[in-house]
């Protein structure tokens, strides 16, 4: 019994690792603009195909790369090209929406997630693709429990990016000035940044995140459509708010819980199928009693 | 007589930090009575402790003789108080004829399917509070701008549209957070002969929260004096200006005797 | 009275309408089945426009709500009642349909009370999600392939019965106490509760009428198509939705009818660019919304719907 449920909570850590990713793309947009970037889930989309396009370009040059260093191209390349995409969706759909109402701004992120992935599928057509073994998925046996390298690699990737994410957010002068947007915008002028500036920068911080965790889940589950990221945006969504919606932390926190749930939940309920369900009643009941998610702060309204 | 508002023991905190502390306070039917005190000593949370914004954790308070402590506040309200707000909180986007019309949101005494089939029981109350809104918008000076949205109105005319609004339900209690803020001497000097007019007019018992040392020597019989949460004098306004506590609080810790408080620094 | 009579006339003339077209053939059967769906959509808008426009909540899980009066209704036809009574009782159906549907209403009305604005929204996201998770794994319904076998039962003259039924329904509400009281809420809730209004109360009328008219849509839809599954209430029909009413424009009754009737319309004669018709109809809401952002009648009224003035 032991080894099954080691094996799934590593599993689970896996594909945590990718809710993880993307739910901060989530929330740190929310933190800074209030507002819920219902693309995100979309652009993770991008990322990923931009990282098959660039696996597939350097394993087709005539040099015979090691894995290592094509697996780093296609990261370098998707985070780069899917930050850029961030900041151009920003700039053209939500900029001019600052300050109108903030429903508009969400229904204008639905138009903007819808093109995304029609635009894919009419290009790209509607069959999946599938994305190359790069990294060796032979099992290693530790202690009854089968890890490859693969497993490792993304939790150690994920890692790596959450930790350099919370250094930037707390100790560089962009993190401190997302900071004190997400707390106060007024006084962010006063600081000598301008607040477009952080906004941009944020967009491209959560999409080039996003398009990291592309190429993570790529290898991990390696059938890519141009819908994939309507679901898995959903579970990273919820990752966000159960987390607590604008606080970095809690958004990592709440992936792992819904990894945790996404793996666990066959082995207690007799089909797969309930996993929507049980997320989406946890979130209820989270909601019922701890409206702002387990590291949020709770709102206060002055009379 | 039963007192029209009492206030036993209230105490209140946000946090660590004591709002209210041991608040007692009785008002009688026709009184206009004043609160004042110093930014942040706990005027603005004694209204919202009576209207019911924030629970009460000590302390009661009784309406008509009637214990209010733990309802909501639309409940309170519909019994007969009713109150304005220090911002303005006009509903922005609808006309003053439906602000008004809103303030006796709970004297509509019709059901859903009344609503939903416009049924003659239906036309017959709506009628009669139209009628009765639009004089009160006469009464203020104010029908022209039945069908304009609140926002729109200039900032003086927004303060009386709200009393306006808060008097159509025929309160019997009603509570003036701060009327005269933002008001320069000569709309001050209207308001306090507006606010006496009323007071008779509608037979009121008013409890007002004021800064302006003036409106309140002007208009209240009763005052009682609020720092950090604590009640330091109550009594008539002429006594209140020379007891020592409150000229030590305020005016000798400032070495100012201005008419102002010196601490009535917002806006 | 004058206005009362041109308005009786015009409903009669609407109705004649809408049984004379089809049955002479002077409409054939795509154009009626497509403005069919304009009248079910126009239901789905109005109904969500109380809540999201009206209440000025922001619910983006009304597919859920009409899952419910879909299937609901389609288990009464198809289970319950004798085939041969069906065309008679279908109203009664979908008022059942619709009724059930009000009751589920209440599982939003409530959290409605203390959570708010985005938070809400999520709880009706997840009611959307949580309803379709059951639909799909009720093997009983079909599960995940679905359910049918419903008679044909909607057509033109009923899509049109009800979308003016609903019209009439909300639009009397919305010149209302009730309706009054709920754009109070939109506006600042908190000074709502302090003139008396008892927003607990409206909050529950505007969940329980606004997902009783989903209801009713998700009946017509149900047996317009005669076989509905899960995946036609996901959430994408709930963003379908959305998109109407804030193209037509948040609180506004005739912004939901012209909303409905746009977005319906407009996807239709898009068709002829294949796939490409979903690239460019996300991309015109995104236009609209920056140079709209308050949708065509964002917060106005066709002078037709509004009440007299009522100045003495």
Same mark, same amino acid.
């Given at each position: 019994?032991?080894?099954?449920?080691?094996?799934?909570?590593?599993?689970?850590?896996?594909?945590?690792?990718?809710?993880?990713?993307?739910?901060?793309?989530?929330?740190?947009?929310?933190?800074?603009?209030?507002?819920?970037?219902?693309?995100?889930?979309?652009?993770?989309?991008?990322?990923?195909?931009?990282?098959?396009?660039?696996?597939?370009?350097?394993?087709?040059?005539?040099?015979?790369?090691?894995?290592?260093?094509?697996?780093?191209?296609?990261?370098?390349?998707?985070?780069?090209?899917?930050?850029?995409?961030?900041?151009?969706?920003?700039?053209?759909?939500?900029?001019?929406?600052?300050?109108?109402?903030?429903?508009?701004?969400?229904?204008?992120?639905?138009?903007?997630?819808?093109?995304?992935?029609?635009?894919?599928?009419?290009?790209?057509?509607?069959?999946?693709?599938?994305?190359?073994?790069?990294?060796?998925?032979?099992?290693?046996?530790?202690?009854?429990?089968?890890?490859?390298?693969?497993?490792?690699?993304?939790?150690?990737?994920?890692?790596?990016?959450?930790?350099?994410?919370?250094?930037?957010?707390?100790?560089?002068?962009?993190?401190?000035?997302?900071?004190?947007?997400?707390?106060?915008?007024?006084?962010?002028?006063?600081?000598?940044?301008?607040?477009?500036?952080?906004?941009?920068?944020?967009?491209?911080?959560?999409?080039?995140?996003?398009?990291?965790?592309?190429?993570?889940?790529?290898?991990?589950?390696?059938?890519?459509?141009?819908?994939?990221?309507?679901?898995?945006?959903?579970?990273?969504?919820?990752?966000?708010?159960?987390?607590?919606?604008?606080?970095?932390?809690?958004?990592?926190?709440?992936?792992?819980?819904?990894?945790?749930?996404?793996?666990?939940?066959?082995?207690?309920?007799?089909?797969?199928?309930?996993?929507?369900?049980?997320?989406?009643?946890?979130?209820?009941?989270?909601?019922?009693?701890?409206?702002?998610?387990?590291?949020?702060?709770?709102?206060?309204?002055?009379? | 007589?039963?007192?029209?508002?009492?206030?036993?023991?209230?105490?209140?905190?946000?946090?660590?930090?004591?709002?209210?502390?041991?608040?007692?306070?009785?008002?009688?039917?026709?009184?206009?009575?004043?609160?004042?005190?110093?930014?942040?000593?706990?005027?603005?949370?004694?209204?919202?402790?009576?209207?019911?914004?924030?629970?009460?954790?000590?302390?009661?308070?009784?309406?008509?003789?009637?214990?209010?402590?733990?309802?909501?506040?639309?409940?309170?309200?519909?019994?007969?108080?009713?109150?304005?707000?220090?911002?303005?909180?006009?509903?922005?986007?609808?006309?003053?004829?439906?602000?008004?019309?809103?303030?006796?949101?709970?004297?509509?005494?019709?059901?859903?399917?009344?609503?939903?089939?416009?049924?003659?029981?239906?036309?017959?109350?709506?009628?009669?509070?139209?009628?009765?809104?639009?004089?009160?918008?006469?009464?203020?000076?104010?029908?022209?701008?039945?069908?304009?949205?609140?926002?729109?109105?200039?900032?003086?005319?927004?303060?009386?549209?709200?009393?306006?609004?808060?008097?159509?339900?025929?309160?019997?209690?009603?509570?003036?957070?701060?009327?005269?803020?933002?008001?320069?001497?000569?709309?001050?000097?209207?308001?306090?002969?507006?606010?006496?007019?009323?007071?008779?007019?509608?037979?009121?018992?008013?409890?007002?929260?004021?800064?302006?040392?003036?409106?309140?020597?002007?208009?209240?019989?009763?005052?009682?004096?609020?720092?950090?949460?604590?009640?330091?004098?109550?009594?008539?306004?002429?006594?209140?200006?020379?007891?020592?506590?409150?000229?030590?609080?305020?005016?000798?810790?400032?070495?100012?005797?201005?008419?102002?408080?010196?601490?009535?620094?917002?806006? | 009275?004058?206005?009362?009579?041109?308005?009786?006339?015009?409903?009669?003339?609407?109705?004649?309408?809408?049984?004379?077209?089809?049955?002479?053939?002077?409409?054939?059967?795509?154009?009626?089945?497509?403005?069919?769906?304009?009248?079910?959509?126009?239901?789905?808008?109005?109904?969500?426009?109380?809540?999201?426009?009206?209440?000025?909540?922001?619910?983006?899980?009304?597919?859920?709500?009409?899952?419910?009066?879909?299937?609901?209704?389609?288990?009464?036809?198809?289970?319950?009642?004798?085939?041969?009574?069906?065309?008679?009782?279908?109203?009664?159906?979908?008022?059942?349909?619709?009724?059930?549907?009000?009751?589920?209403?209440?599982?939003?009305?409530?959290?409605?009370?203390?959570?708010?604005?985005?938070?809400?929204?999520?709880?009706?996201?997840?009611?959307?999600?949580?309803?379709?998770?059951?639909?799909?794994?009720?093997?009983?319904?079909?599960?995940?392939?679905?359910?049918?076998?419903?008679?044909?039962?909607?057509?033109?003259?009923?899509?049109?019965?009800?979308? &003016?039924?609903? #019209?009439? !329904?909300? =639009?009397?509400? /919305?010149?209302?106490?009730?309706?009054?009281? +709920? *754009?109070?809420? $939109?506006?600042?809730?908190?000074?709502?509760?302090?003139?008396?209004?008892?927003?607990?109360?409206?909050?529950?009328?505007?969940?329980?009428?606004?997902?009783?008219?989903?209801?009713?849509?998700?009946?017509?839809?149900?047996?317009?198509?005669?076989?509905?599954?899960?995946?036609?209430?996901?959430?994408?029909?709930?963003?379908?939705?959305?998109?109407?009413?804030?193209?037509?424009?948040?609180?506004?009754?005739?912004?939901?009818?012209?909303?409905?009737?746009?977005?319906?319309?407009?996807?239709?004669? &898009?068709?002829? #660019?294949? !796939?490409? =018709?979903?690239? /460019?109809?996300?991309?015109?809401?995104?236009? +609209? *919304?920056?140079? $709209?952002?308050?949708?065509?009648?964002?917060?106005?009224?066709?002078?037709?719907?509004?009440?007299?003035?009522?100045?003495?």
């Amino acid at each position: 019994m032991f080894p099954i449920i080691a094996q799934n909570i590593l599993n689970a850590l896996q594909l945590g690792s990718v809710y993880a990713l993307i739910a901060l793309g989530y929330t740190m947009v929310y933190g800074i603009l209030t507002m819920i970037n219902f693309a995100h889930g979309d652009i993770f989309m991008v990322g990923c195909y931009l990282s098959l396009a660039a696996a597939l370009f350097l394993l087709g040059l005539p040099l015979h790369l090691p894995a290592g260093l094509i697996f780093l191209g296609a990261l370098l390349f998707s985070m780069l090209l899917t930050a850029i995409l961030g900041v151009a969706i920003e700039r053209l759909a939500y900029r001019p929406l600052r300050q109108a109402p903030r429903v508009s701004a969400v229904i204008t992120a639905l138009g903007v997630g819808l093109f995304l992935e029609n635009f894919t599928l009419a290009i790209l057509g509607p069959e999946p693709r599938h994305f190359p073994p790069l990294i060796a998925m032979t099992p290693w046996q530790v202690g009854g429990l089968s890890l490859t390298l693969l497993q490792l690699l993304i939790l150690i990737v994920t890692a790596l990016i959450l930790v350099l994410l919370d250094l930037l957010v707390r100790r560089t002068l962009m993190g401190m000035a997302m900071r004190a947007i997400s707390d106060n915008r007024p006084i962010v002028p006063l600081m000598g940044v301008s607040v477009d500036r952080v906004i941009s920068f944020t967009f491209a911080l959560g999409s080039a995140i996003a398009a990291a965790g592309g190429l993570l889940y790529g290898l991990a589950y390696p059938v890519l459509d141009p819908y994939m990221g309507i679901r898995i945006g959903w579970w990273a969504f919820i990752s966000a708010v159960v987390g607590g919606i604008g606080n970095i932390r809690g958004a990592m926190l709440g992936g792992f819980i819904l990894g945790a749930v996404e793996i666990l939940t066959p082995m207690v309920l007799p089909s797969s199928t309930y996993r929507d369900f049980v997320a989406f009643s946890l979130l209820l009941l989270l909601l019922v009693f701890k409206p702002t998610g387990l590291l949020g702060r709770p709102l206060f309204e002055r009379v | 007589m039963t007192p029209i508002l009492e206030i036993k023991d209230l105490w209140h905190f946000f946090g660590g930090l004591c709002a209210v502390a041991d608040f007692s306070l009785t008002v009688q039917p026709g009184d206009l009575f004043g609160l004042i005190g110093p930014n942040g000593a706990g005027k603005t949370t004694v209204f919202n402790l009576i209207t019911g914004v924030f629970r009460i954790s000590r302390g009661r308070i009784f309406f008509r003789g009637e214990d209010i402590t733990d309802w909501r506040s639309p409940r309170i309200i519909a019994a007969g108080l009713a109150r304005t707000f220090q911002n303005i909180r006009l509903f922005k986007d609808l006309s003053a004829l439906d602000n008004v019309l809103l303030g006796a949101s709970a004297r509509h005494d019709y059901h859903l399917w009344d609503a939903l089939f416009h049924t003659p029981r239906f036309q017959r109350v709506e009628q009669r509070w139209s009628k009765r809104a639009y004089e009160l918008l006469a009464r203020f000076n104010l029908t022209r701008y039945a069908a304009t949205p609140a926002r729109h109105l200039p900032y003086g005319d927004q303060r009386r549209l709200e009393i306006a609004r808060a008097l159509i339900s025929a309160p019997s209690l009603l509570l003036l957070d701060e009327p005269a803020a933002g008001m320069n001497e000569a709309e001050a000097t209207d308001l306090i002969n507006l606010i006496r007019d009323l007071h008779r007019e509608f037979s009121l018992t008013i409890l007002l929260i004021e800064h302006q040392m003036r409106v309140v020597m002007n208009l209240c019989q009763q005052v009682t004096v609020l720092d950090f949460g604590e009640t330091i004098a109550q009594g008539p306004p002429q006594e209140i200006q020379q007891h020592p506590r409150v000229l030590e609080a305020y005016l000798g810790r400032e070495g100012n005797t201005s008419e102002q408080w010196p601490l009535s620094s917002n806006q | 009275m004058q206005k009362r009579v041109t308005i009786l006339a015009g409903v009669a003339f609407l109705l004649c309408l809408a049984w004379v077209l089809p049955a002479s053939g002077w409409l054939n059967p795509y154009l009626v089945m497509i403005f069919m769906y304009v009248g079910i959509n126009m239901i789905l808008t109005l109904s969500l426009n109380l809540v999201n426009g009206y209440l000025g909540e922001f619910s983006v899980g009304h597919a859920g709500f009409m899952a419910i009066g879909a299937y609901v209704s389609a288990i009464l036809t198809v289970w319950v009642l004798p085939r041969p009574w069906a065309p008679w009782l279908f109203p009664l159906v979908l008022v059942a349909g619709g009724l059930v549907t009000a009751l589920a209403g209440l599982v939003v009305a409530f959290p409605s009370f203390r959570t708010r604005g985005d938070y809400l929204a999520i709880v009706t996201l997840a009611f959307n999600m949580i309803v379709k998770s059951i639909l799909e794994n009720l093997e009983i319904l079909g599960g995940p392939r679905g359910f049918l076998g419903m008679p044909r039962l909607t057509n033109l003259p009923w899509v049109v019965a009800w979308v &003016l039924i609903t #019209l009439f !329904l909300c =639009r009397n509400l /919305v010149y209302s106490n009730v309706g009054r009281g +709920l *754009m109070a809420i $939109r506006e600042d809730e908190l000074a709502a509760n302090l003139t008396s209004v008892d927003t607990r109360r409206l909050k529950i009328y505007a969940f329980l009428i606004s997902a009783f008219f989903a209801g009713i849509a998700g009946g017509l839809f149900a047996h317009l198509l005669q076989f509905i599954n899960p995946r036609s209430f996901s959430i994408l029909k709930s963003t379908d939705m959305l998109v109407m009413v804030y193209l037509g424009g948040v609180g506004s009754l005739t912004g939901s009818l012209l909303g409905a009737a746009i977005f319906t319309l407009l996807l239709e004669a &898009l068709r002829p #660019l294949g !796939l490409w =018709r979903w690239v /460019v109809g996300p991309l015109l809401l995104i236009l +609209l *919304m920056i140079f $709209r952002p308050h949708g065509i009648m964002g917060f106005r009224e066709a002078p037709w719907l509004r009440t007299v003035s009522r100045e003495p």
